[in-house]
């Protein structure tokens, strides 16, 4: 899939301001992007990683992203405090800048 294709899916995803697991679920599964290796890419400290998201590649963002569908599976509600925090909202509008470029 190209990076256009996928851009309007995550734009779609970003402008339905979901907090619900499986929007963001279809979503990386629909893009081809659900990082399975996840735990490759995110430190055990998932906000340091956060911290430098204005600096993240388009990999690691869909790995951030997949780290918090997984969290929420071992933790239920896990995803949802993180959307209010507002981890969802920053890690989806990088990757919209990256894809838009």
Request: glycine fraction near 4%.
């Amino acid at each position: 899939m190209d990076n256009k294709a996928k851009l309007e899916i995550v734009k779609k995803a970003y402008e339905s301001k979901s907090i619900r697991v499986k929007t963001y679920y279809s979503m990386l599964e629909e893009t081809g992007d659900m990082q399975y290796d996840y735990t490759n890419f995110v430190s055990d400290s998932f906000e340091n990683d956060f911290e430098k998201i204005n600096e993240t590649g388009y990999h690691k963002c869909c790995c951030l992203l997949t780290y918090m569908l997984r969290e929420d599976y071992f933790t239920n509600g896990a995803f949802e405090k993180r959307a209010e925090k507002g981890y969802v909202k920053k890690v989806l509008e990088r990757m919209i800048e990256l894809l838009s470029l």
